[in-house]
């Protein structure tokens, strides 16, 4: 039943995996598009509440309870939480699982490729059966760094500390760990992530 659906959904671009992919990703970001508006209100409240929260934390120092419960409640207010940027990464963890597991399973992708790297492959088993030095690994490679890239991107954007600033790039170390039909996914994820926020950052929400 499983590989019958996989067949069905590849088979609904053309028999081209790559592209059944990027299309179930678009399909899938299509449909968090209201908790994308709601993350980029709530970017844009905390970018307007960062003086004030400040403010919070050098009154209260020294009384850490006393801190949370001022800054819930200036979030509250505003109708907001301090975790309300975090829903559409969470959304989409169940995608991420069901690909996860259609790149790992062993008849789903055989015979996939995406520019002749196998799409059901992690990085090390392509190292293992083409060798470091190979156009499998180089694609593999790109995807990578193509993620890499699009993270810098998003973190030139963002306001905060160091730390914060840094958050994007696990999306490319999370990558190297997953087959590269995984990797495809994020990739086109977080380039949809990254043009919805410049969409939505210019206009008022």
Do not use: C
Request: hydrophobic share 55%; charged share 15%.
């Amino acid at each position: 039943m499983f590989d019958s659906l996989v067949s069905f959904v590849i088979g609904t671009a053309g028999g081209n995996a790559a592209l059944a992919i990027v299309l179930f990703t678009v399909t899938v970001r299509i449909l968090l598009l209201p908790l994308g508006v709601k993350q980029a209100r709530a970017v844009k409240i905390r970018e307007r509440l960062a003086p004030k929260l400040q403010e919070l934390q050098k009154r209260h120092a020294r009384d850490p309870e006393r801190l949370g419960k001022e800054m819930n409640a200036l979030y509250a207010k505003e109708g907001t939480t301090p975790f309300g940027g975090m829903w559409p990464a969470l959304a989409q963890m169940p995608f991420l699982w069901l690909m996860y597991n259609v790149a790992t399973h062993p008849t789903a992708l055989a015979g996939h490729t995406l520019f002749g790297a196998p799409l059901g492959h992690q990085v090390a088993t392509l190292v293992a059966n083409y060798g470091l030095i190979s156009w499998p690994v180089s694609v593999f490679a790109l995807v990578i760094l193509l993620i890499a890239l699009v993270a810098w991107l998003t973190a030139r954007k963002m306001e905060g500390p160091a730390w914060l600033k840094a958050v994007p790039f696990v999306s490319a170390l999370f990558a190297l760990a997953l087959p590269l039909a995984a990797g495809l996914y994020v990739l086109v994820s977080t380039a949809w992530t990254a043009g919805e926020r410049a969409v939505l950052a210019s206009r008022p929400l």
